[in-house]
C-alpha cells in the first residue's frame, strides 16, 4: 500500500469529521453503553464513547465508513479518551489496552474494505490519542501554582500504552491532537518515540494543537508559533490545528505557521461556534466556503473537521479540496551561529 508521505505530495489529504457528533445521532442509552459485558459495572458509563468500540462496534464501523464514502482519506480511531487517566473517570483503566486495539482493527477493517475497491486512493488509520483531562504545565489549584495533577512520566507511561495497542491494532499514522497544553503533548512525543526505537519501526506522526479562544494562544499560553517551534525538534509528518474555532477563526493561525516549517500543514476545525445549547450550526456550505479561503492561499496538506462536523461536512471539504494543489513543503534556511 502507498505510503502517506507519497499520497500528501500528490493531492491534499482530508480527515473525517467528528465521531461524538456522529455517535450522538444514535441515542444510545446507559444499557447500550454498558451492553452484556459490563451490565453489572458499578458506575455509570454513559458518555464514556470510547467504550462503543466494544460494546457498540458496528456503530463505530458505521461512522468509520460514511466518513470514507464522504470522501475522507483518513478516519481517527475512536480512542480521543484512551488513556488510563482519563480512563480512571470510568474505574476502567484496566480496559485501556483492550480499547485501542479494538478502536484501530475496527477502523483499519474499513479502512482496508475500501482501499480495496479504489486502490488508487489508500485509505488511512490515525490513532487519535486526546489531550487527557490533566494538565503537566499548569497548576489546578490557584492558591498552590507549584502543585501539578499529574506528572510527565505518568502521562509518559500513559501515552505508551495507548500508542502501543493502536500500532498493534492496524494503526497507519498517530494523531496527537486537541493539544491544550504542550509538556502533555511531549510526553506523547516522548512516548511514541520510545516505541518507535523499540520496535524499530517509523510510523508517521501528526500533531494538532489547540488554540482556545481571541488570545490566539494554547491553553498554557503559547502562540501558534511558540507551540510550532516547541515541538520542531520531533519529526513529524504534520503540525496544525483542531477544534474551539471555526474555519475562519483558525485561518490566521495556520498562516502564521505556513511559512515556517517544513512539516505538512493541517486543520480539523469546529462547524463554527457553540451555539446557546452547545449545538454547532455551521453548515456544510458556509464551512466549505471559509476552507476554500485555505486552500486559495496554499495553507494546507491534510484538512477535516472537529467538533459538530458529519459527513455531509466531510463531503463538502472533500469536493473542495479535490480542485487543489498541496501546500508546498517550504525549504527552511537554518542559520547557523558563529562562535
Known sequence: MQDIREALKERILVLDGAMGTMLQRYKFTEED???????????PLQGNNDLLSITQPKAIKEVHAKYFEAGADIVETNTFSGTTIAMADYQMEDLVYELNYESAKIAKE???????KEPNKPRFVAGSIGPTNRTASMSPDVNDPGYRAVTFDELRI???QQVEALMDGGADILLVETVFDTLN???ALFAIEEVKDERNLDIPIMLSGTITDASGRTLSGQTAEAFLISVSHIPLLSVGFNCALGANLLQPHLEAIANKTDFAISAHPNAGLPNAFGEYDETPEEMGEQIE???KKNLINIIGGCCGTTPEHIKVIADIAAKYQP???????????SH
Not at 474499513?110 to 480495496?116: R, S, W, Y
Open 293 to 295: 479561503a485555505y486552500l
Open 33 to 43: 453503553f454498558r451492553g452484556e459485558r459490563f451490565k453489572d459495572f458499578p458506575i
Open 158 to 160: 500513559a501515552y505508551k
Open 110 to 116: 474499513v479502512a482496508d474494505e475500501f482501499t480495496k
Open 185 to 187: 503533548a511531549k510526553a
Open 327 to 337: 501546500r508546498e513543503a517550504v525549504t527552511l534556511n537554518v542559520v547557523k551561529e
